[in-house]
Nanobody, 116 residues
Framework: QVHVVESGGGLVQPGGSLRLSCAASGSIFNLNRMAWYRRAPGKSRELVAALFSSENTMYSDPVKGRFTISAGNAKNTVYLQMNNLEPEDTAVYYC??????????WGQGTQVTVSS
């Protein structure tokens, strides 16, 4: 069994910053990728950023240059540093963990609201 837990969401003003955290536990051998997705009101879920076991990263175009994904000291932890936040970044953010040979696992989501 694999458990994924996110934290760090909240309310922030435009131009502000937040850092999201994600921790995976359980049978996480052969962890292949940790990623952040988001679902904005009325929209489908979209990939925001990903960190691969190779340490390569990828970002969606709307967040390039503003968001940074990084691993914690423990390889089962990943962070999403979000700077210069915009109202369009308002969404529920989900952590996704992909394990080779097992599948993908999701956290419960954390709300990020950008509003003045």
């Amino acid at each position: 069994q694999v458990h994924v837990v996110e934290s760090g969401g909240g309310l922030v003003q435009p131009g502000g910053s937040l850092r999201l955290s994600c921790a995976a536990s359980g049978s996480i051998f052969n962890l292949n990728r940790m990623a952040w997705y988001r679902r904005a009101p009325g929209k489908s879920r979209e990939l925001v950023a990903a960190l691969f076991s190779s340490e390569n990263t990828m970002y969606s175009d709307p967040v390039k240059g503003r968001f940074t994904i990084s691993a914690g000291n423990a390889k089962n932890t990943v962070y999403l540093q979000m700077n210069n936040l915009e109202p369009e970044d308002t969404a529920v953010y989900y952590c996704n963990v992909k394990i080779s040979g097992k599948g993908e696992y999701w956290g419960q989501g954390t709300q990020v609201t950008v509003s003045s």
